[in-house]
């Protein structure tokens, strides 16, 4: 029996703030995002049989990342924080929207079978910009897309049957090899001048703020009601003093179907609810194509 294709749309929509404190505003700072979209599928990988009885597997192969543009200044209008107010920033579609199709996994070369399990996520990088020039954040944001694959690539063959799932140990890892490669990529981009300068305090590089982790797994997907899964994920963000003096959340909806042009993902794209009768829905509008009847549906 073969998996089905999973026509798959992650879109991370907005940031609220919330801040704690009566002492401090925090209004229009110079937050900016780094956003990195990426799945596990049979696009690049496939599931390697070593012998039938008894089952003996493992996956093999490449993840897909998909990186963004943004950089500083990449959140119109900047994050707002204000007391007794919750604030929210939109978050600009090319930074914010992914569409894939989820392939399953080929089993063994020629087998002409395939099987499920296959991920998609997103990963968010908040970063509170100062005195870090553009040059040197372009070249810490390309050393995030080649280390969340490398992270990503390096989970891939540990994945078998006797360990299907991606653990909090395999988390941790990836979040260490991704914090020292972007790191390690914005030091060596730095002139001679700046890393003085900073030594000395008298400059100030771009700090972090937090991170957002998000993943779903076909099951999940397929699962899901036809107005999709949330997507939220929060952290707090602080001085020694007050660690939670910020929190930040993001918020999204990831929506799929095994259907790439089902009727169900198109209503729901176009922002209806499905109809519970879709045959008596059709049956009442004698229109030319699907495009009419969609727009008669609205």
Do not use: C
Request: no cysteine; glycine share 10%; aromatic share 8%.
């Amino acid at each position: 029996m073969s998996a089905v294709p999973v026509r798959t749309h992650v879109r991370v929509e907005n940031i609220s703030t919330h801040l704690t404190s009566t002492g401090t505003s925090f209004a229009n700072p110079p937050i900016y995002l780094w956003s990195v979209f990426f799945k596990v599928d049979g696009d690049k990988a496939q599931v390697d049989v070593k012998q039938v009885s008894p089952p003996s597997w493992n996956l093999q192969g490449a993840a897909t990342v998909a990186g963004t543009p943004g950089d500083q200044g990449d959140l119109p209008g900047g994050v707002r924080a204000s007391y007794y107010v919750d604030e929210k920033t939109v978050i600009p579609a090319p930074l914010g929207d992914y569409v894939t199709t989820l392939a399953p996994f080929p089993v063994s070369a020629g087998s002409g079978f395939t099987v499920g399990g296959m991920i998609v996520g997103w990963l968010g990088i908040l970063l509170y910009q100062q005195n870090t020039p553009a040059d040197v954040v372009t070249a810490g944001h390309q050393a995030l897309d080649g280390a969340v694959l490398q992270a990503l690539n390096n989970v891939i063959p540990t994945i078998t049957n006797k360990n299907q799932t991606i653990t909090q140990g395999d988390i941790s890892n990836a979040v260490t090899l991704i914090q020292t490669q972007v790191t390690n990529a914005i030091i060596n981009a730095l002139s001679f001048g700046d890393k003085l300068r900073t030594v000395l305090n008298t400059e100030f590089q771009d700090s972090f703020v937090g991170n957002a982790l998000a993943y779903f797994t076909d099951s999940q997907l397929l699962g899901s009601p036809p107005q999709g899964i949330p997507l939220k994920y929060s952290f707090n963000w602080g001085g020694k003093l007050d660690p939670r003096l910020y929190t930040f959340t993001f918020n999204g909806t990831v929506v799929a179907d095994q259907h790439p042009f089902s009727l169900r993902r198109i209503l729901t794209g176009l922002g209806h609810a499905p109809p519970a009768d879709v045959r008596k829905v059709m049956g009442a509008h004698v229109t030319p194509s699907l495009l009419a009847w969609i727009e008669t549906v609205r």
